[in-house]
Each structure stands twice: as C-alpha cells, then as structure tokens.
C-alpha cells in the first residue's frame, strides 16, 4: 500500500513547488526550478522502480538520464542537434557545459509521456494489463510491430512538445541563450527551429530504446499509472494557464497547447471514459447464465 502512495506524495511536493514559481524572481526562481526538476526525476524513475522493477528504472536512467546528458554535451560542443547554444550558471554545476539537472529532466518528462503512448495505443478491452515488477512479464496489451511504431512515435510528440512550453520559459528567465536563433517560430524568437527538430530527433531515439531495455513490464499500463497520468495532464494544463497568465508568454502557451494536446488531450478523454467504464475490475459472473449455479 505504501508503495502506491509514495508517487502520489511526490507528485504533491511537486505541484506545491510549480505554484510557488510564477510567484518568484531571481535567485529563488531559478533554485524552484532545480528542486522542480529534482523531484520529478524521483518521482518519474521511483515510479518506474516501483511499478516495474529494477530492469525498467535501470533502462530509463540509462535511456533517459545518460542519454540526455550525452546529446546535450553533444550539443554544447558541436551544436547538432539543437542548435548553438550555452548554459548560464543558474542552474547549478555543469560537465562538459551541461548543468547536471538538464538530463534529470529529460527523464522526469520521458516516462510519463511513455505511458501515456502506451495507455493510448492499448486496446480498450487490455488497457489494464498486469506489470509485474522485477520478473519482466505482463499482461496482454503489445501491440504488433505497426503498432509500436505508432506508440514510439505518439511518445515522442509527448515528450518533444513539452519543449514547446520548456525552450521558452527557459530562455525567458537567462537559463540559457542560443548564438543563432534564426528561423524561428513565429512569435518565438531566441529559439531556433533546429532546437525542436533536435527534440524530435532524440525523443524518437529514446522512445526506440526505452522498450527493448526495460522488457515487457513497460509495454502496458494499469491503475498503478494513475500518478503518471496525472503528471502529465498537470504539466499540460497548469503550463497553459502559467504561460498565458503568469509568466506572459501567451505565444508558447498557445504552440505549447497545441504540440502536447496530441496527447493530452486524448490521454484526458481515455481516462474519463474508463472512470465511467472501469475496464481493470472483472465482470461480475451471472449465476444460472454464464456458469452453473
């Protein structure tokens, strides 16, 4: 029982801390953003832990975690894929150019957007198939290999539009600064086209990898996802009404509503028709019809 809890506390220590950002500036802000990326990296990799084992939080890190810090030195040093950019100091001590809390929050953001793909590519009848932690078996619910191109992609967009609210709340407060940030989108400026399609490029590589390495434990999703799910939703909408209202940002609220809605919205919609229709509860057996009496 308390296993199931603990994602759910960290996910309200995290909330409490996002609301107290737009009411900050300077300093404070910008340690509100490091303990926010911090928690969600423990919530993200302790749910994974968690719900799916040691196999699965180990493939995430490395995924996620290794694999963030490598294409964002990458990036420091040669400017593919994102662009020319650098790092100021107020996010904390750097290797190679690169803050360490940069790919913490890579993977804060990758799982929940995993499963939100997952539970969106599932069919309705297996959405609530069993993951058991640390003996890499589950349930029904892996697609076929055309199916789990289209999860890998739906993932994708889950986590590179986060960056459609990310890059310019960023950039906005000095975090970072790009050398040339042209084309860019319109009413985006500082922000390279080159960054997004750079998201892409890792997200699909990330995505790709995340499944293989963690075995079938991931390939489902079940009520112990309910935290994630949330995550996810919360990053979409309190990010919409901080940007529009908050942060005066009402140009990424409007590209970050439309790039993460591709999956928020739907994975918003699944969510209240499997409230109305729980399709994890067994239906219950009819004496004297489907079995004997």
């Not at 609210?165 to 950039?171: A, N, R, T, Y």
């Not at 500082?190 to 995505?207: D, E, T």
Request: contains cysteine; glycine residues 10%; charged residues 10%.
């Amino acid at each position: 029982m308390i296993r199931r809890h603990v994602p759910w506390l960290l996910l309200a220590v995290l909330v409490l801390t996002q609301i107290c950002y737009p009411l900050t500036t300077g300093v404070t802000r910008a340690r509100l953003t490091v303990a926010t990326v911090v928690l969600g990296y423990l919530l993200s990799v302790g749910h994974a832990l968690l719900s799916r084992g040691p196999r699965a939080a180990l493939a995430l890190v490395a995924v996620a975690t290794g694999g963030g810090f490598a294409i964002e030195a990458l990036g420091v040093a040669t400017g593919f894929p994102f662009g020319s950019y650098d790092y100021s100091g107020e996010l904390g001590p750097k290797l190679a150019g690169v803050p360490l809390i940069i790919p913490l929050a890579w993977t804060w953001m990758a799982w929940p957007a995993w499963l939100a793909a997952v539970r969106l590519t599932t069919p309705a009848g297996r959405a609530a198939g069993t993951a058991t932690a640390g003996t890499g078996t589950a349930g029904t619910g892996t697609p076929g290999w055309a199916g789990h191109v289209g999860r890998v992609a739906l993932a994708t967009v889950g986590l590179a539009g986060w960056d459609l609210f990310l890059d310019p709340q960023m950039v906005a407060e000095g975090y970072w600064v790009w050398r040339d940030a042209t084309p860019a989108l319109p009413g985006l400026p500082g922000i390279p086209v080159s960054n997004y399609l750079g998201w892409l490029l890792f997200a699909v590589l990330l995505m790709s990898a995340l499944r293989p390495l963690a075995g079938p434990a991931v390939a489902v999703t079940d009520s112990r996802d309910h935290p994630m799910f949330a995550l996810y939703l919360w990053t979409y909408f309190s990010s919409v009404l901080a940007h529009a209202v908050f942060l005066r940002l009402p140009a990424s609220a409007i590209w970050g509503a439309v790039g993460m809605a591709v999956v928020a919205v739907p994975l918003a919609v699944t969510l209240l028709r499997a409230r109305r229709r729980p399709v994890d509860r067994p239906a219950p057996q009819r004496t004297g019809v489907d079995t004997p009496a």
